[in-house]
């Protein structure tokens, strides 16, 4: 249930009269597809599943606009609502400091601050959330005026027929023409079946189904709209009355690689059908002669580029108390830096110095590992490593992508074994269970069922009652049960796989990239022994969700391979070579080991142990010594967040249960992930060493005195914007609107065709994160800091207008840490600012108690 109560009764679109002469004598479908498709949701399959901002479309207006402009177009909550924010100022939360300085900021005068105080804290705000132009315009009025639900008679066996021919392989029984296009499958499938599928068996239906998706679209739209003025806001809504599948298929077509086993669709083929499919229900509910739905006397409604947001003073309440909200955590964030004693710089090179990924999951675990062992140093940076590659492991017949989603990956990495594995399935059970799903008869799946599935029931039976159990242990993604090679180098340019990609990389290709990391986190000297290079990835029994949990700077995908080729790269003797020719002078004893963070299960994994030269052994034992302690300490904290977790655990019962929770099937929760976020500090550890944050900060390694010019600030910026500001957007939004921005619950989420999660068996696909994945995040905006000068700040996000687009329209606050003047700047209103935090004294972040 929402927490604000959503209108009921649906509103007509306008009722302002115009001329019908206004209505264009043509109507260009295809310019109409396009203009349409950019309000659809992208996200792509679950094995890609990458965060990203809900209301992209939307980003080049400033972030309070926008999100007035999508709630008018959705019928979305914009903000928490009153009582919400009300809660959170009685509980401290909320500052009466940081509701002065919004009222300031939003132009109220002085004066007016206390009328607007009583107003946030009194005012009746009654009014409820309205439905939404998508949900309320003119496709609503065949329910409202005609009585016929076109929603209900039409998305079952929509969906039916989509997951159908999108089916990835979790069918049994594949749609027959599956190689055609969507259009033409189903053109096909009706025409050769001897059973009726209704209605697009009737004579109606089939005549459209002959024709070009384009002529039967635009035949249907005269049929069912009547005047060409409405033809795109019809479209827009019936896209929209349906959104996951919508956004689906625009992701599908605009990506075909996105899918394992590729299909040809459109959003025009599936506008077309479902169109047909409505045209045949009007014809079987109202009769043949069934008159179109516009009215010329209507009005026609902007598209969403051109809509004004209504203002309202419950809109404007909100806006209030949310920056008001965010302030309050700025502050207390920021407050830290003023009061945090700095370390001294050590003379020597530490004992060991890791790589983590920049992620707010290794924010703690870097904590717990210094304390653990001061003399060990830690970095963060991009989960990638700076290898934009498509890999392919050891076993697959497909490559895919390990890197930013916009970066575009020219290389393709191979794994391959150097010694078979030690255990295999039977082969007569394997052949079984992999044989080809249309050779399945109805005796032998009748068979198959009374056998293996007794195995099965057995086997679910110990997954539901005993988790623990080894008979149902998942693969662990720390697990490496062989061993195999990486095929990095190429040798020549000839080396070109078949989809035209260069087969790893050459020396001068390596050297730029391992050149480009070490530089970025400023380290250009004392280098240690050892350095370890450590991606991050998630395993869960209970998660379709699973890539969400993953590296997002590695699309969605675990960032082990790509710490494993940037350690491999780092230690090859040419690649010092030429790295010493960029005045980077690695030392001949550091040697490079790649390694992966479980970060549901608190496990580590390495990479080509068997390559680490025994003088470094020592070194290795103190490190992983030190990280054994440090897993330990870090699952007992995250374990104070838990609701269900026990209380006073330690670190070793702490450790068991995360395990635990991993592997069992009844657990919604298996880790919180993101939830919490809402910083990231691009600086020296230095900044922040030993600090509390919680778990909620994004720390990305940076030398402001080795970048004067914010070239290297401006290339960081590049990667952290739009991963971490995707990532927090779309937490945030997730939490505000969960019905319509989120995934609802996961409990009756079933995964449809291995590309998504509906509600039941035949709902909608689900898009955004499930409330198990935000229900205890606060919804604030990224607060990125970054410690460099203010005129080389400004140098630096000026470099990338996309960047700059972020910060310039506050989907993301901007500050920086002056080193010379040791005080924040913020960024407003196009320059920096110097920033007084309105409390002399610090509160520091309190760690969770329960």
Not at 15 to 32: E, G, R, V
Not at 177 to 206: K, M, N, Y
Request: proline share 6%.
């Amino acid at each position: 249930m929402r927490t604000e109560d959503q209108q009921i009764a649906g509103e007509s679109i306008s009722t302002h009269p115009i001329s019908s002469s206004t209505s264009p004598k043509s109507f260009d479908l295809k310019m109409a597809i396009e203009r349409v498709r950019e309000w659809l949701p992208t996200q792509g399959p679950l094995k890609d599943f990458i965060h990203h901002n809900t209301l992209h479309a939307f980003q080049n207006r400033p972030f309070h606009e926008a999100l007035a402009v999508a709630s008018d177009l959705y019928g979305a909550r914009d903000y928490l609502s009153v009582d919400e924010y009300r809660e959170l100022f009685r509980h401290g939360r909320i500052s009466t400091e940081s509701i002065t300085r919004s009222l300031t900021r939003f132009g109220i005068p002085e004066s007016d601050h206390s009328n607007w105080r009583n107003r946030l804290l009194n005012e009746s705000c009654g009014k409820r959330v309205p439905p939404g132009r998508v949900r309320s315009g003119i496709r609503g009025l065949w329910l409202k005026e005609r009585g016929v639900d076109l929603d209900a008679l039409t998305h079952p066996m929509l969906f039916k027929l989509l997951s159908g021919f999108l089916d990835q392989g979790i069918s049994i029984w594949r749609m027959p023409h599956a190689t055609d296009t969507f259009w033409g499958a189903v053109s096909r499938l009706i025409g050769e079946s001897s059973l009726p599928v209704a209605p697009l068996s009737d004579p109606i239906c089939r005549s459209l189904l002959l024709k070009s998706p384009e002529e039967a679209t635009l035949e249907c739209l005269n049929r069912i709209v009547g005047d060409s003025a409405f033809f795109e806001a019809y479209l827009l809504e019936m896209l929209f009355s349906h959104p996951g599948w919508s956004g689906m298929v625009h992701m599908i077509e605009t990506d075909p690689g996105s899918l394992l086993t590729t299909r040809k669709i459109s959003i025009l083929e599936l506008v077309a059908l479902e169109l047909v499919f409505e045209v045949g229900w009007l014809t079987r509910k109202l009769g043949k002669d069934f008159q179109p739905i516009a009215h010329a006397e209507w009005e026609v409604p902007p598209p969403p580029e051109q809509m004004v947001p209504e203002s309202s003073p419950l809109r404007e309440l909100k806006r209030v108390w949310h920056e008001a909200m965010e302030w309050t955590l700025y502050e207390e964030f920021l407050g830290q830096f003023g009061h945090h004693p700095k370390t001294e710089k050590a003379a020597e090179a530490p004992s060991v110095q890791v790589f983590f990924c920049l992620d707010d999951r290794s924010c703690s675990l870097r904590r717990h590992l210094e304390e653990t062992e001061p003399t060990i140093s830690t970095y963060g940076t991009a989960g990638f490593f700076g290898i934009d590659v498509l890999f392919q492991q050891e076993g697959s017949d497909r490559a895919v992508k390990y890197c930013p989603v916009a970066v575009s990956p020219q290389h393709v990495v191979r794994e391959y074994t150097t010694h078979p594995p030690t255990y295999q399935r039977p082969r007569r059970l394997s052949q079984i269970f992999r044989s080809n799903p249309e050779s399945n008869t109805l005796f032998r799946g009748w068979l198959l069922t009374q056998t293996i599935g007794i195995w099965a029931s057995v086997r679910l039976a110990f997954k539901v009652f005993l988790p623990g159990s080894r008979l149902i242990a998942d693969e662990r993604l720390t697990r490496i049960d062989h061993p195999t090679r990486l095929h990095l180098f190429r040798e020549s340019e000839e080396e070109v796989s078949e989809e035209g990609y260069l087969i790893g990389y050459s020396i001068a290709e390596m050297v730029d990239r391992v050149f480009g990391v070490l530089v970025s986190v400023g380290l250009g000297e004392k280098f240690s022994k050892l350095i370890v290079v450590v991606g991050h990835g998630a395993t869960s029994a209970n998660n379709p969700h699973f890539a969400a949990y993953d590296c997002g700077a590695c699309s969605g995908k675990p960032g082990s391979p790509n710490a494993r080729a940037f350690a491999l790269m780092a230690n090859d003797p040419k690649v010092r070579e030429g790295l010493s020719a960029k005045g980077l002078r690695i030392p001949s004893d550091c040697h490079f080991l790649g390694a992966v963070h479980d970060t549901t299960r608190d496990e580590f994994g390495y990479f080509d142990l068997e390559l680490l030269p025994q003088s470094h052994r020592e070194d290795f034992k103190k490190l992983d010594g030190a990280l054994q302690e440090a897993l330990g300490r870090n699952a007992k904290e995250r374990c104070e967040r838990f609701e269900l977790a026990p209380t006073g655990l330690s670190e070793k019962a702490a450790l068991r249960h995360v395990r635990d929770r991993a592997r069992s099937i009844f657990e919604p929760r298996p880790e919180l992930n993101h939830a919490g976020n809402a910083f990231c500090v691009i600086g020296r550890r230095d900044l922040t060493r030993g600090l509390f944050l919680n778990r909620r900060a994004f720390l990305n390694s940076y030398d402001p005195t080795q970048d004067r010019s914010g070239d290297v600030l401006a290339s960081i910026l590049s990667a952290v914007v739009p991963v971490c500001g995707g990532i927090n957007l779309e937490y945030l939004f997730s939490r505000v609107d969960n019905h319509i921005y989120g995934a609802g619950t996961k409990l009756p989420h079933n995964v449809v065709s291995l590309l998504g999660v509906a509600n039941g068996v035949e709902g909608d696909l689900r898009t955004g994160l499930p409330s198990q994945m935000v229900e205890v995040h606060e919804p604030v905006r990224l607060l990125i800091l970054a410690e460099q000068e203010p005129e080389a700040a400004m140098r630096a996000i000026g470099k990338h207008p996309p960047i700059f687009e972020w910060i310039e329209k506050e989907w993301v606050v901007f500050a920086c840490w002056s080193p010379s003047e040791d005080k924040p700047y913020l960024f407003d209103k196009g320059t920096m600012i110097p920033l007084t935090l309105s409390r002399n004294t610090f509160s520091p972040v309190e760690r969770n108690s329960r």
